[in-house]
């Protein structure tokens, strides 16, 4: 539609860049919300017996083959470190946690803005993008001993370690989104009288949501990598100052009790944006 | 002259290739277009809106195209006028400048009595898509309109929940667009554009996308809503059948540049039906109408060049 209206149309005023794009992204968003849960009884009993054939295989195995326990722990193992020692495992949750979400938060407000920013102005666009690209490509934790160093031990290299990761991926991700202007329907706004602000909250914002779901997502992920990362680099606190400290002491059923929560917290992450995804982004399905 | 209040013959006069000696044939009872003044009783209702010598110009990596070139033209109020013309010969130009989105190069568009400089809230347009914003329901798409234009919706209600009964949408509120087949999602917009009541509607190919069956269907509720309502319309299409069928007056342009052609009245008596469409009389029209698209687009130069028959 929009290519058409411009074979008659070339010229748009100020509003949009030239491009038109339904793009692929890295972190295609269909692949998530396509994913079909349990539609049945049998299915969940056939997806509960398989989980517990793999774990129950695991003890198994273990047990029959005398594994030593400083290799790999049994499940049950690990289970009863996880409930046993929780309330030690806690405050360096609480730490990662912390580090997490402010980090995230940062990085994530002013990757949108950012994006919204630039988008509107190609030209800059251009200019910065490198810068940005550098940053999604380096592993932030690579800066994580030098922040060290300069700060110290506190929590603040670490907050700018997961903002610098989380950032640069909520950026690029909604930059995508902000660059798919459709023309036609800012033109409908437009024949409404609408302002530039309206344009941007009305039809910009809500067209590019997908994507900037998908970059908060994938966002996430990484902040929560590069917040464990750091703490594995730089820090005495944190799950993954803890997975140095269990793995030196050979306390492998720990160390997998601190793998274990690190998992589900991923997976929680997945979980909580496949919803929002669901809830703001399913018309693009 | 059943409909000839309709007809306010338009004063085409200046550097436009428009022929006079050109007589409309086909229906005795129209007006041939010439440059004299009309008659008084043709001059009761004042233009709503007038085109001044609309040029338009714009530059492409190729060069300049001129897509409008001294284009003038009034249209009157309560009037269904239908531009029609071959790819490119700058119809949309014309509508997107009568709507303010767009500037022209030179001249100028009057409605009410002031130029266009902007969307004036008296007009309301419908696009070749339906263009509806797929993460609303068809109710929330209806209310995009009072949202932008910061208008209270509620003593509109009664209205649409009418315009819905009547385009046959009710009960469809709560659909999402990619739920809706094309001819419902076009007609949600027609919807949203007589939602807040405007006096001029700019239709641009409203139903180019759709099927025949389709778009005859459309053209039979856009003729009873234009009847109901007494709107100004303005309807850009490409389809010469389309055209004549709902139109007081047919507007022909030529191609690049694009420039007044010819206008035909169509006195046709209303409500129009599907089967008149295969009328001799009809089909007389068609004739003549296509014609004239023929020879202006042989014209090069489109200069005054147009074969009397």
Request: proline share 6%; charged share 15%.
């Given at each position: 539609m ?76 690990v ?81 700018i ?48 949501l ?64 496949y ?11 | ?38 008659d ?12 001044e ?19 003038s ?6 009037e269904f ?10 119809k ?47 109710w ?32 469809f ?52 809503i ?41 006195d ?26 023929q ?13 009397v028959?």
């Amino acid at each position: 539609m929009a290519s058409e209206l411009r074979d008659t149309i070339p010229t748009f005023g100020s509003t949009g860049s030239e491009e038109q794009q339904d793009e692929v992204s890295l972190t295609n968003w269909s692949a998530l919300t396509n994913a079909s849960f349990a539609k049945s009884w049998g299915e969940v009993v056939a997806i509960v017996l398989v989980a517990l054939a793999v774990v129950g295989g695991a003890e198994a195995f273990i047990r029959l083959r005398d594994v030593p326990a400083y290799t790999f722990p049994a499940p049950s193992a690990v289970g009863q470190a996880l409930w046993n020692n929780f309330d030690l495992f806690r405050p360096h949750l609480s730490a990662t946690l912390q580090v997490m979400c402010i980090g995230y938060v940062i990085g994530a407000v002013v990757g949108i803005v950012l994006a919204a920013l630039i988008t509107q102005f190609p030209f800059a666009e251009k200019i910065i993008t490198p810068y940005v690209l550098l940053l999604v490509t380096t592993p932030m934790i690579a800066l994580v001993p030098l922040l060290v160093q300069k700060m110290g031990f506190g929590m603040a290299p670490r907050i700018i370690a997961v903002a610098l990761a989380a950032g640069p991926m909520v950026m690029i991700n909604s930059a995508t989104g902000f660059r798919r202007t459709d023309l036609a329907r800012i033109a409908l706004a437009r024949s409404y009288g609408a302002t530039t602000v309206q344009i941007f909250t009305k039809v910009r914002f809500p067209l590019a949501l997908p994507m900037i779901i998908v970059g908060l997502m994938v966002g996430a992920i990484f902040g929560m990598l590069t917040a464990v990362g750091a703490e594995i680099v730089g820090s005495g606190e944190g799950l993954g100052n803890r997975l140095m400290f269990y793995s030196s002491r050979i306390q492998m059923a720990n160390f997998w009790a601190i793998i274990v929560m690190l998992a589900v917290m991923g997976i929680l992450i997945y979980v909580v944006f496949y919803w929002i995804g669901k809830r703001w982004a399913s018309w693009q399905a | 002259m059943p409909t000839g209040e309709h007809h306010v013959s338009i004063v085409a006069t200046e550097g436009v290739g428009v022929v006079q000696e050109r007589s409309v044939t086909s229906a005795s009872s129209s007006t041939v277009l010439t440059g004299t003044a009309p008659d008084a009783s043709r001059q009761r209702r004042p233009p709503t809106m007038s085109v001044e010598h609309a040029t338009k110009h714009y530059d492409t990596g190729t060069g300049t195209v001129h897509a409008l070139e001294d284009l003038s033209l009034e249209i009157a109020n309560g009037e269904f006028v239908c531009i029609l013309g071959p790819s490119g010969c700058g119809k949309s130009t014309l509508l997107w400048a009568m709507s303010g989105l767009h500037e022209l190069t030179n001249g100028r568009i009057v409605l009410n009595g002031s130029p266009v400089t902007g969307p004036r809230p008296e007009m309301g347009m419908i696009f070749q898509d339906a263009n509806l914003l797929p993460w609303r329901n068809l109710w929330q798409n209806i209310h995009f309109p009072f949202e932008i234009k910061r208008l209270d919706p509620k003593p509109y209600q009664a209205r649409i929940r009418d315009l819905l009964d009547e385009v046959g949408l009710a009960g469809f509120e709560k659909k999402m667009p990619r739920e809706l087949s094309g001819g419902m999602q076009q007609r949600a917009s027609i919807v949203r554009c007589l939602s807040f009541d405007p006096e001029v509607i700019l239709m641009d190919e409203p139903f180019g996308a759709l099927d025949a069956f389709t778009r005859d269907e459309m053209n039979l509720l856009i003729q009873k809503i234009w009847m109901e309502t007494g709107k100004t319309i303005v309807f850009v299409t490409h389809n010469v059948t389309e055209a004549i069928f709902l139109a007081d007056r047919v507007v022909v342009l030529t191609p690049r540049p694009g420039r007044l052609a010819h206008v035909f009245p169509i006195d046709l008596p209303r409500p129009r039906t599907i089967d008149q469409t295969f009328s001799p009389e009809f089909i007389k029209l068609i004739l003549d109408v296509k014609r004239t698209i023929q020879s202006g687009a042989q014209t090069t130069n489109g200069g005054s060049g147009f074969a009397v028959d």
